[in-house]
C-alpha cells in the first residue's frame, strides 16, 4: 500500500485527483493539504511516498513545498499538477522534465499510470525527488522570480531567477554561467527560496533550457550531468515542520 499525498487549494481537483487514487484501494490510500505548510506537516509526520502537488496556491505555495522536501525528505518523489501545456520546449532540445506534470483535468486512467511508472521508477532506481536542474526547470516553466540560496557543506552560492529565466549566479569566485552550471552539478544541496530579487544583476543571457541542456552535454563535469538524473544515496533527514 503506497501513500500518496495531494496538495491544492482547490477541493475540486484534490477530490478529481483523491477519487482516481481510491479506485485502487488495495494500491493507495491518499493524505489531502490544501497548501504547502500543512503538506509539509504530514510528509514530516507520515509515511509519504509520493506527493503530487500544485505550485501555485495561497499562504505557503507548491514552490516552497518543493524545497522543503529537497532539504528535509530527498528521496520523496514529486509530481506537479499544471494548467500549463506539456514541456514541449524541453523535449525540443533533448531534455525530459526531471519533475513529471500532470494536467489538472487529466483522465483517470492516464494518472494511475503515470503515477505507477513514478513509483516503478523511484523504487528501481532511487531517484532524488527533485534536483536543483529539475527545480530550475520547473521556475522556468511558470514563469517565476526568486533568489535561491545553494549549499553544500561549506559551500554556498545564489542563482537570481527572473521571470523563469536565470540571470545572475555566484559561487565561490565565479559568477555568471559558470557558476549556475556549477551549482546545477550539486548533488543533495541545502536550497532556501527568497521570493524577490535584492537587486537586479544580468551576469547571464542564454535561456534556462539552453544552460540546462548545456549542463548535460558531453563537455560537461559527470557532477553536472548526474545533477539532472539525480542518482540521490543518502537518507532522507529528520526535519521540522516549519518550511525550508
Known amino acids: 500500500m503506497k501513500t500518496i499525498l495531494v496538495v491544492d487549494d482547490d477541493k475540486y481537483v484534490r477530490a478529481r485527483v483523491k477519487s482516481a487514487l481510491m479506485a485502487r484501494r488495495d494500491e493507495f490510500s491518499?493524505?489531502?493539504?490544501?497548501?504547502?505548510?500543512?503538506?509539509?506537516?504530514?510528509v514530516d509526520e507520515r509515511r509519504v511516498e509520493l506527493v503530487i502537488t500544485d505550485l501555485w496556491m495561497p499562504v505557503v505555495?507548491?514552490?516552497?513545498?518543493?524545497?522543503?522536501?529537497?532539504n528535509h525528505h530527498p528521496l520523496v518523489p514529486v509530481m506537479v499538477l499544471s494548467s500549463h501545456a506539456p514541456?514541449?520546449?524541453?523535449?525540443g532540445l533533448g531534455l525530459e522534465p526531471q519533475v513529471p506534470c500532470l494536467p489538472k483535468m487529466i483522465n483517470p486512467q492516464l494518472l494511475l499510470q503515470r503515477v505507477r511508472e513514478r513509483l516503478r521508477i523511484q523504487e528501481q532506481e532511487c531517484l532524488e525527488g527533485v534536483t536543483l536542474f529539475g527545480f530550475l526547470q520547473l521556475l522556468a516553466r511558470e514563469r517565476r522570480t526568486c533568489m535561491l540560496e545553494v549549499g553544500l557543506g561549506r559551500?554556498?552560492?545564489t542563482i537570481h531567477v527572473l521571470a523563469g529565466e536565470p540571470v545572475h549566479a555566484t559561487v565561490a569566485g565565479r559568477v555568471g554561467e559558470a557558476a549556475l552550471l556549477e551549482l546545477v552539478g550539486w548533488r543533495e544541496p541545502r536550497l532556501h527560496m527568497v521570493p524577490a530579487l535584492p537587486e537586479l544583476k544580468l551576469t547571464?543571457?542564454?535561456?534556462?533550457?539552453w544552460l540546462l541542456a548545456r549542463s548535460l552535454?558531453?563537455?560537461?563535469?559527470?557532477?553536472?550531468?548526474?545533477?539532472?538524473?539525480?542518482?540521490?544515496?543518502?537518507?532522507?533527514?529528520?526535519?521540522a515542520s516549519a518550511l525550508g
Request: hydrophobic share 35%; glycine share 18%; no cysteine.
Open 30 to 42: 491518499v493524505l489531502e493539504a490544501s497548501h504547502a505548510d500543512e503538506a509539509a506537516k504530514l
Open 61 to 70: 505555495d507548491g514552490f516552497q513545498l518543493l524545497v522543503h522536501l529537497m
Open 87 to 91: 514541456w514541449d520546449g524541453l523535449r
Open 155 to 157: 559551500r554556498s552560492g
Open 204 to 209: 547571464i543571457s542564454t535561456r534556462m533550457d
Open 217 to 239: 552535454g558531453p563537455g560537461a563535469p559527470s557532477g553536472e550531468r548526474a545533477g539532472a538524473s539525480g542518482g540521490a544515496t543518502s537518507h532522507a533527514h529528520g526535519g
